[in-house]
């Protein structure tokens, strides 16, 4: 599983011109899940997330967790996170995990997520999103789950 996490002050994502979700401070996450993910791997994501000390405490320091400043997420699935870029100049996402598994996996995390934000807001899975934001700081942040919660043999 990739995530790209934004801290935000605010974010939203319409489809064909509605806004289907729309959050004020907290994450934006873009979420990809490759065909080895599993529950136990998105379980691990969403726990690393809800402990980041991200926000800025009284002296400005990043010290304050999502729940800690109740926060929002707005979670947006995102096969591309995926792509493969090695070969010739169109990316293959063969990495990508099938779109029933996707699926699955993105609603199951962004359930999870709901157990430590204030509020999460979801993208419409499959759909063509157009996604708005201002990122706050900027603070951007790359997860994967094979870095997070490598494999134990």
Do not use: W
Request: hydrophobic content about 40%; overall charge negative.
């Amino acid at each position: 599983m990739r995530i790209v996490l934004q801290r935000v002050a605010h974010a939203a994502v319409t489809v064909d011109g509605h806004e289907t979700g729309s959050i004020g401070k907290g994450f934006l996450l873009l979420l990809g899940v490759s065909d080895t993910d599993t529950e136990e791997v998105a379980d691990k994501m969403v726990d690393k997330i809800s402990r980041l000390r991200v926000f800025p405490d009284e002296n400005g320091k990043t010290n304050l967790s999502l729940s800690q400043v109740e926060g929002e997420i707005l979670v947006v699935s995102q096969f591309t996170l995926y792509a493969d870029c090695r070969k010739g100049n169109r990316p293959s996402f063969a990495g990508a995990g099938s779109p029933q598994l996707a699926n699955r996996l993105y609603e199951y995390a962004a359930a999870r997520f709901g157990t430590f934000a204030k509020r999460v807001q979801t993208g419409s899975f499959g759909a063509d999103m157009k996604v708005s934001l201002l990122n706050d700081g900027p603070f951007t942040l790359v997860l994967d789950s094979e870095t997070i919660c490598p494999a134990t043999t």
